[in-house]
């Protein structure tokens, strides 16, 4: 069953997302999957690196390429904790992603759904299938945590 498929692989990506979470980052996780096999894993590191761009989407999509030696990601899937922003919605479909699972909406930055539909965006030479709510709730649960013990840090009042 897909459900059970989806659970089991956004559960590693809740692993990188906890991974980030440890390391100060914004805890979200990624996984490109190719049939039955973990090709990429990814865990923002936008802090450490110093680079806008070290989402955790962006790490694990160049994981995966490197693993087939190809950019073309074609018949992979790529599961976040948090919806894909415009730069990792457009850099699966560039890489020609089949499907993206993800947890969490992003209401604020999100481009498969909340802001744009980029996956979906029928102007594009590629689409790619998008299936959201997969654990949604352990995935905001990790992004409120985070947001909490940052406040806490900077001495504000948590509600």
Same mark, same amino acid.
């Given at each position: 069953m897909d459900s059970d498929r989806y659970s089991i692989y956004m559960r590693l990506a809740l692993r990188e997302a906890e991974q980030a979470f440890e390391e100060g980052e914004v805890p979200v996780g990624a996984?490109? =999957?190719? @049939?039955? $096999?973990?090709?990429?894993? #990814? !865990?923002?590191?936008?802090?450490?690196l110093h680079d806008a761009t070290a989402h955790a989407e962006m790490i694990a999509?160049?994981?995966?390429?490197?693993?087939?030696?190809?950019?073309?990601l074609e018949g992979c899937e790529l599961y976040c904790t948090l919806e894909p922003c415009a730069m990792c919605a457009g850099a699966a479909v560039?890489?020609?992603?089949?499907?993206? =699972?993800? @947890?969490? $909406?992003?209401?604020?930055? #999100? !481009?498969?759904?909340s802001i744009f539909l980029i996956p979906g965006d029928p102007r594009l030479n590629h689409r790619a299938e998008i299936v959201e709510g997969v654990l949604a709730d352990a995935a905001a649960?990790?992004?409120?945590?985070f947001f909490q013990r940052l406040r806490q840090a900077k001495g504000e009042e948590v509600t």
């Open positions: 996984v490109v =999957v190719q @049939g039955d $096999r973990v090709i990429g894993r #990814g !865990a923002n590191r936008t802090v450490h999509l160049t994981a995966a390429a490197n693993a087939l030696g190809d950019w073309r560039l890489s020609r992603i089949e499907r993206i =699972v993800f @947890g969490s $909406r992003d209401p604020k930055f #999100g !481009a498969c759904g649960e990790l992004m409120r945590a």
